[in-house]
């Protein structure tokens, strides 16, 4: 099984809500990934997790909280977004996380978000 | 920013004609990726080629690295309507205040295959 897995596939939410995205893979892969592409750019990083402990945050703003309750599952809490952010979220994970060996990086269909 | 510029930003060809695209990176590499995404999708991994190879082949696939100018080029030989699709590459870039790397994506090729 070489898929990761996202839901859902679309989010719309209001500036006020709190929502989650899911991500799952059993790879058993040990780096997980958050992305976020905005359309017609490049995947930017936001998030990686090694060995279920966060390794990465890109300066991410607070509204987005990420959590890894066990090696297969990734979450991307959402709370107060701003219209800006809506974007394609891309998960993605790793055998480890080894960007220097050039470890191969499986992504998920991605959860489109729009925030009104 | 280790950012990748990638050249040209659009590409439109008949099929059966091959596609070249080109990615120009500004730092010392290990590595370097190139990676397919269909609209709206996941990035799938196509090829990855080391900094101490030249050229590396996969299937109607050809990479070649110039370490010295700092470039490589994806070739897609006889072009098919469903390679139509964003095409990036990705080096490695190391992250300050933490001591690791993360891969950078180019700002990607988008290619058209006309049936």
């Known amino acids: 099984d070489t898929e990761v897995t996202q839901t859902p596939k679309h989010l719309v939410m209001g500036m006020t809500n709190k929502k989650s995205l899911k991500c799952e893979q059993h790879m058993g892969h040990r780096a997980m990934y958050w992305y976020k592409q905005k359309a017609k750019k490049p995947p930017e990083l936001m998030f990686v997790y090694s060995y279920e402990k966060l390794s990465i945050n890109e300066s991410v703003p607070s509204r987005f909280s990420p959590e890894c309750p066990n090696s297969s599952l990734l979450n991307l809490h959402l709370h107060a977004l701003q219209p800006e952010d809506s974007a394609l979220y891309l998960c993605?994970?790793?055998?480890?996380?080894?960007?220097?060996?050039?470890?191969?990086?499986?992504f998920g269909p991605g959860t489109r978000l729009t925030v009104l | 920013s280790q950012q990748g510029e990638e050249d040209p930003q659009a590409l439109s060809i008949q099929e059966g004609e091959n596609a070249t695209m080109n990615c120009s990176y500004k730092?010392?590499?290990?590595?370097l990726q190139w990676y397919r995404q269909n609209s709206g999708r996941g990035l799938v991994h196509l090829i990855l080629?080391?900094?101490?190879?030249r050229e590396k082949h996969s299937g109607r696939l050809r990479v070649t690295l110039d370490t010295s100018k700092k470039s490589s080029s994806l070739l897609i030989t006889a072009s098919r309507a469903a390679d139509t699709a964003s095409y990036f590459c990705?080096?490695?870039?190391?992250?300050?205040?933490?001591?690791?790397?993360?891969?950078?994506f180019g700002t990607g090729t988008r290619l058209t295959i006309i049936p």
């Open positions: 080629i080391r900094s101490n190879e």
């Open positions: 990705a080096t490695n870039e190391i992250i300050r205040n933490f001591g690791n790397e993360k891969l950078t």
């Open positions: 730092t010392s590499i290990n590595n």
């Open positions: 993605a994970s790793s055998q480890d996380y080894g960007v220097i060996r050039g470890d191969t990086q499986y």
